[in-house]
């Protein structure tokens, strides 16, 4: 069964701190995305990586950084958190070498800023 | 830029009604498109997968369609139920990135 894990379903943390969001995938993809989804707004690309230690920005980057040192793992950094990236987090991952295949999603970290 | 609509933004429906999700994008260099749904505050259910040289693909009680040249999909739901209930969202794989619509939030009355 394929699996994409984000460690945490939900998150609370304080205005300021720095914020790793942590998304593994064993099915050896070499994409792997992180989103947020906010209501009215649908999902948004933060990030999204086709290698180990590539990385490309997406549509709404800012305030965020990303880290992929292994292929399987790609982490999300917020590196001062605060009030308006309370959203829902979401990690996705595709094979590369097959373009028309199916992107696979984790579960989602919700995360409160206060 | 590639960019993904939906429509309708919200469908109310009695249960047994058959219905049509509406999905258009706007660039057709597209490898794929994927139709999913997400239960509140749960993350993503893929349900449907059409690769861009298919035209349609079914499961169960769902049917999806696609026409790459017009810029099209629909998702199509036969006798709906209650359990059906939840927001649909389409998405299109694009030079490497899924970029998605806003969804659909359906919700299918007893």
């Known amino acids: 069964d394929v699996k994409v894990t984000q460690s945490s379903r939900y998150l609370v943390k304080r205005t300021g701190e720095k914020v790793f969001l942590e998304c593994v995938q064993d099915?050896?993809?070499?994409?792997m995305f992180w989103y947020r989804q906010d209501p009215g707004l649908g999902l948004r690309l933060i990030y999204f990586s086709y290698d180990v230690k590539m990385k490309e920005k997406g549509d709404i980057p800012e305030g965020y950084s990303v880290s992929r040192e292994k292929k399987e793992r790609f982490s999300l950094i917020l590196e001062s958190a605060s009030t308006n990236q309370t959203s829902m987090y979401l990690c996705?991952?595709?094979?590369?070498?097959?373009?028309?295949?199916?992107?696979?999603f984790g579960q989602g970290t919700r995360l409160t800023v206060v | 830029k590639q960019e993904v609509t939906q429509i309708p933004a919200a469908l109310s429906v009695p249960e047994g009604e058959n219905l049509v999700l509406n999905c258009s994008f706007t660039?057709?260099?597209?490898?794929?498109l994927q139709w999913f749904r997400q239960d509140p505050g749960k993350g993503l259910t893929s349900l449907l997968l059409?690769?861009?040289?298919?035209r349609e693909q079914t499961s169960g009680r769902l049917n999806a369609s696609l026409d790459k040249s017009s810029g099209r999909s629909t998702l199509y739901i036969a006798a709906s139920q209650p359990g059906d209930s939840a927001t649909y969202l389409c998405?299109?794989?694009?030079?490497?990135?899924?970029?998605f619509g806003p969804g659909t939030s359906l919700s299918v009355i007893p």
């Open positions: 660039d057709s260099a597209i490898y794929n």
């Open positions: 996705a991952s595709s094979d590369a070498k097959n373009r028309a295949g199916e992107a696979f």
């Open positions: 998405a299109v794989t694009s030079y490497d990135k899924v970029i």
């Open positions: 099915m050896d993809h070499e994409n």
């Open positions: 059409i690769q861009s040289s298919q």
